[in-house]
């Protein structure tokens, strides 16, 4: 799948300089030096991000969101998943593991929800470029649709009562 969309962007470039040299140069020395101003901020994140995830053993997180008390779970599902951004390529194998360890899906739902949606270490980075009032909006409706998410998987699946 990631070779064909390779493929179709190399095509895509190839139509751009084909079609247009100067304007297609000069949008990759644009994308080139926004790629080199984020690097700095994408290194602290994955730091950031590793140091926490070799802290927290998994054990901890598995017995904190497979407890006896799915609503306590929820809570902490959703503050663990909160802590940072990651993609659904990182965060699904992780609810895989947890699943296979009887984690709930409704506590799994608010997990990777807000794993993917809400991110309080990557939050300097998206002020950045959002500025604060727009990142703490969307970080705090990401939160609560997470939340509203986790609450319709455990009706679905009939673990919420």
Same mark, same amino acid.
């Given at each position: 799948? @990631?070779?064909?969309?390779?493929?179709? !962007?190399?095509?895509?470039?190839?139509? $751009? +300089? &084909?079609?247009?040299?100067?304007? /297609? +140069?000069?949008?990759?020395?644009?994308?080139?030096?926004?790629?080199?101003?984020?690097?700095? $901020?994408?290194?602290?994140? *994955?730091? +950031? *991000?590793?140091? #926490?995830?070799?802290?927290?053993?998994?054990?901890?997180?598995?017995?904190?969101?497979?407890?006896?008390?799915?609503?306590?779970?929820?809570?902490? &599902? $959703?503050?663990?998943?909160?802590? =940072?951004?990651?993609?659904?390529?990182?965060?699904?194998?992780?609810? %895989?593991?947890?699943? $296979?360890?009887? *984690?709930?899906?409704?506590?799994?739902?608010?997990?990777? =929800? /807000?794993?993917?949606?809400?991110?309080?270490?990557?939050?300097? @980075?998206?002020?950045?470029?959002?500025?604060?009032?727009?990142? #703490? #909006?969307?970080?705090? @409706?990401?939160?609560?649709?997470?939340?509203?998410?986790?609450?319709? /998987? %455990? #009706? !679905?699946?009939?673990?919420?009562?």
């Amino acid at each position: 799948m @990631l070779l064909y969309f390779y493929l179709i !962007c190399s095509l895509v470039l190839l139509l $751009s +300089l &084909a079609v247009n040299l100067q304007k /297609t +140069l000069k949008a990759l020395k644009i994308a080139g030096k926004k790629l080199l101003a984020i690097i700095p $901020s994408l290194m602290v994140m *994955v730091i +950031l *991000v590793s140091i #926490i995830l070799y802290i927290i053993p998994d054990t901890m997180i598995r017995d904190l969101l497979g407890s006896e008390n799915k609503y306590f779970g929820l809570i902490i &599902a $959703s503050m663990l998943g909160s802590i =940072t951004l990651m993609p659904g390529f990182v965060a699904f194998p992780l609810a %895989g593991i947890l699943l $296979s360890q009887g *984690v709930p899906y409704m506590i799994l739902s608010s997990f990777t =929800t /807000t794993m993917m949606m809400v991110g309080i270490l990557t939050f300097p @980075l998206e002020q950045k470029y959002f500025g604060t009032k727009v990142t #703490i #909006i969307r970080n705090s @409706l990401a939160f609560l649709i997470a939340i509203a998410v986790a609450l319709i /998987t %455990g #009706i !679905c699946f009939g673990e919420l009562f």
